[in-house]
């Protein structure tokens, strides 16, 4: 009876044994003449960075923060009232905690779907990073894109926001090889149902 159940655990483990290596990646083969590893290259630098601490992003040195900034849907669309407007993302942040705020940029309504906000920097830099301070449905972003400076689109980040509370959303890039002052930012505003989705601030780091 022992020997038996000895027999069956030594039969399970070789399955798992097999099955682990059935499950090992595969290496990729280096071919660098096609032009799909272009794209995978610039896809596999991009990654999202919360090392950073409030302290050392405001002092950054190559980090600017906005000077105008334009939404596919604000809060006050019809009144054109400041408050929750585009605007509101530019300049450092002045939003202190996780809540609703008039100093951040909100959309029309709590869920509008698929929006996006466009701020412009007034120096085009090679950017490094981009640094979106969120402080209401943390997470929502899906898209960052840079303009370069002929109006061509970029995306250089796509994916799930990791952004809890209020804090920074981090793209860490390489370093671009065309120059921008122009992000523009796409968020899912249906992705915290219960809550709205606002931004504070968002910093362009780079060199010029
Ligand atoms: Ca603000």
């Not at 505003?189 to 010029?208: C, F, H, I, N, R």
Request: aromatic share 8%; net charge negative; proline share 3%.
């Amino acid at each position: 009876m022992k020997k038996g159940i000895m027999s069956l655990a030594f039969l399970l483990l070789a399955g798992l044994v097999m099955m682990g290596i059935g499950c090992l990646p595969t290496e990729k083969k280096s071919t660098t003449t096609e032009s799909t590893d272009v794209v995978e290259e610039e896809v596999e630098t991009v990654n999202i960075d919360s090392k950073l601490t409030n302290a050392a992003i405001l002092a950054d040195t190559n980090g600017q923060w906005a000077v105008s900034a334009t939404a596919s849907t604000t809060y006050n669309d019809a009144t054109g009232d400041a408050s929750w407007s585009a605007q509101q993302t530019t300049g450092a942040p002045n939003v202190t905690k996780y809540a609703d705020s008039v100093y951040a940029w909100a959309p029309k309504e709590k869920n509008k779907g698929t929006v996006t906000l466009e701020l412009t920097y007034a120096d085009p830099v090679y950017a490094t990073n981009v640094r979106i301070f969120e402080n209401l449905g943390s997470g929502a972003a899906t898209k960052v894109e840079l303009k370069d400076i002929d109006g061509v689109y970029h995306e250089v980040w796509t994916g799930t926001d990791p952004t809890k509370g209020l804090n920074y959303l981090q793209v860490n890039l390489s370093q671009r090889s065309y120059k921008s002052n122009t992000v523009r930012i796409t968020l899912d505003t249906t992705k915290s149902p219960e809550e709205w989705v606002e931004v504070d601030a968002v910093q362009l780091v780079g060199t010029k």
